[in-house]
């Protein structure tokens, strides 16, 4: 994927998807389903929310899910309790990787950090390894920034 060309008009869609929504999950929800049908070579995407010390499975697209992932386990968690941005090229590598669907070799979480506040993670897997770039990284930490600003 070009992600350069191709992310540009993806945050472009993102944008153009929210505008003039300001329901956080209804947004998650066609976030969601708008990089799942974008997004090639991936297997899932979606929301976690923070619900006290845990996340909690928001909106998504693919197969069932994690219900709750505790802070600071798994990618995920690692995401939120770091608030950075984590991408993982072998997810049978990460130390404490929660196997919520055993096809997933590759992830990518984006923090979702809104006025100093988390809110949740956004995740995207994909059943190849190594399948995030750089470029796929900022790209989806652009459209989290999107999602964030259409709930502000």
Known sequence: MDTDLRGG?????????????RDRIANA??????LHMELEDINWVGF?????????????QGKPACVRIPLGQGVCGTAAAT???????????????????????????VPLVLH?????????DSPSPDRFSES????LEEIAAVYLASID
């Open 48 to 60: 976690y929310l923070l619900q006290g010390d845990q996340l909690m499975l928001g909106p998504f």
């Open 116 to 124: 100093g506040r988390l809110l949740g993670v956004l995740d995207v």
């Open 136 to 139: 796929d990284q900022k790209m």
């Open 9 to 21: 008009t993806l945050v472009q869609q993102a944008r153009a998807l929210l505008s003039g929504e």
């Open 83 to 109: 608030r950075r941005s984590q991408r993982v090229a072998d997810v049978h590598a990460f130390a404490g990787h929660i196997a919520c669907d055993v096809n997933s070799r590759s992830e990518l979480v």
């Open 29 to 34: 929800a066609n976030l969601a389903a708008l």
